[in-house]
């Protein structure tokens, strides 16, 4: 890596505007330590700018502002033993695999990433290590272990704690270790086998002291719900985020129960929402493509899930009733490799319709202003962190051109140029 003391300029055939939502053709950016300084036209570049500055000229790429993702899970493989994984691995084999997923996600261009649970004992530290120097890394908000139930979603994982008591424990302990953000695990989940996902593990009453002992401490808090009840109880509890926002109704082997007033009153109580959708698409792109087995049957439910199509409509009607969206690839899931965060623009675009520009904006400004770090990164604009993403093509005419980033600036440092490592 090299040093970030020093002035740098950046050329390249389209740069995103200050809104992403629109090129700038033929322009440079230039950057002052680990900041952007100033945009202008490359023909504007004075003619000794390469006796101030070191120049990079970038050729024919889309320069955007690094990728920020808003759900990771830094130790967990992405493979079809994921889960397993997760369940066996000791503390060292656990940081071992999260450096890796660390570097791995950096060099695909996510500059900005939330981490949505891990163990304590591996995220803080490695959180350290990347904020140091000591690894590379993308600029990271950790939650540390998210709070469920006894035997609950992700309890090999999380801090397990039944009662409204336990749970404010639970949350001051996260707080204490350093948390900037707070992960609750509002029903079962997928990857758990004792957790039911179609039934809420905390009542809103219990969600709701959480989220005043979150917001005593300044800390965001989110939660994971795939059952309407959990959504429901999310919104009257007040969770900052929702995580996932599925609508599955509580009996096995029936549908969606979506509730139109509460998403009313999620919009009006300016409640956020990841869908996830990135990870169902790979999902869906790894069956079809490899021939792989469906979802397996739910452990404890006895059932199949819902399938892609029904949940996708749930979240076009969030997002018509005025539901702001986040882009989290849920990394480390299943097929959730930890560099492809554009997946979830990809789905953005394929699965909701929306304009290649407003995915690309969700995928940089939009989610770096959901996880509250909006004010520093998420835009190539003078003043903002020097986070810059190269793509090759254009993934404004091509969405799926918004894959692996061929150069990365970190803070200013170059930390990929071409396709080629430098850290
Ligand atoms: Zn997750």
Known sequence: MTSN????????????NEAVDGWLENHAVVTEGEKIDSIVPQGQLP???????????LGDVSLLPGLVDAHCHMHC?????????????????????AVTAMRRALLGGTTTLRDLGARNEVAFPVREAVRSGAIPGPRMLVAGTPITITAGHCWFFGTQADTTEQVVSAVRNQVRQGADVIKMMATGGNFTPTANPRRPQFSAETL?????????????????TLAAQGVQNCVEAGIHQLIHGRWWSPEP?????YRPDVVKRMVDQGQWLDPTIGHALLGEEARSEQGLPGPPVHWTVGTSGVGNTEHVETVKL????????????????VHAVHDL?????????EW????NWRAIHTATAGTAEGVRVGDIVGRIKPGMIADLAAFEGDPAQNIRDLKIASTVVQSGNVVKLNHRALV
């Open 77 to 97: 493989s992405a493979t079809l033993d994921s889960q397993e994984l997760a369940l066996t691995e000791d503390v060292p084999r656990l940081t071992m695999r």
């Open 5 to 16: 003391q020093a002035r740098r300029v950046f050329t390249a055939a389209r740069v995103a």
């Open 208 to 224: 709701a002291a959480a989220v005043q002992e979150a917001e005593r401490s300044n800390v965001q808090i989110v939660a994971h």
């Open 352 to 355: 909701l319709g929306w304009s």
């Open 253 to 257: 082997n029936s549908g969606l129960d």
């Open 318 to 333: 969030m997002d018509e009733a005025g539901v702001r969206f986040t882009a989290g690839l849920d990394m480390g899931m």
């Open 47 to 57: 003619s000794d700018i390469t006796d101030t500055a070191e120049v990079f000229e």
């Open 341 to 349: 965060t554009g997946a979830n623009a990809w789905a953005f675009v």
